[in-house]
């Protein structure tokens, strides 16, 4: 399945397809384009939208993408929803105190926009194995 959304992608915009591949869609094929053709490519290529105004993967009912993915394919693995939170701090400004990791996890995606630019898909090559340890250290955080 082919996803889209905008381009220039920080936080959320690459921790979703992280999730995606991870845990919904191992084949998904990710489509960065400018903010007014997300639909239009949506629409001509068959594609998800996400992280963008008024679908059902954006921020919704005070959720961020990652979330509101969580809430539709009903992920409920713990450690998943405290990366979710960590996520949610790190992408809405307002609560970045949300969960300690939050900070962290903003300072590094902002940096890795600052030296990747556009190039989204290598910021998600780049990244995905931070998530994947984000995911480990989460698993390792929920266990009693």
Same mark, same amino acid.
């Given at each position: 399945m082919k996803w889209v959304t905008?381009?220039?992608a920080n936080v959320d915009r690459i921790a979703c397809p992280w999730l995606i591949k991870r845990f919904v869609d191992p084949q998904a094929e990710f489509l960065y384009v400018g903010r007014d053709e997300v639909m239009q490519v949506a629409q001509t290529q068959g594609a998800l939208p996400y992280d963008v105004a008024d679908v059902e993967l954006g921020h919704v &009912?005070?959720?961020?993408?990652? %979330?509101?993915?969580?809430?539709?394919? %009903?992920?409920? &693995?713990p450690a998943l929803q405290l990366l979710g939170r960590i996520v949610h701090g790190a992408d809405i400004s307002d609560d970045i105190s949300i969960e300690p990791e939050a900070a962290g996890l903003r300072a590094i995606a902002h940096g890795f926009a600052s030296l990747h630019g556009e190039a989204d898909q290598?910021?998600?090559l780049l990244e995905t194995p931070m998530y994947d340890a984000l995911y480990a250290w989460c698993q390792n955080r929920i266990q009693p």
């Open positions: 905008r381009k220039n &009912d005070g959720r961020c993408s990652f %979330e509101s993915i969580l809430v539709k394919y %009903e992920l409920t &693995d290598e910021k998600l």
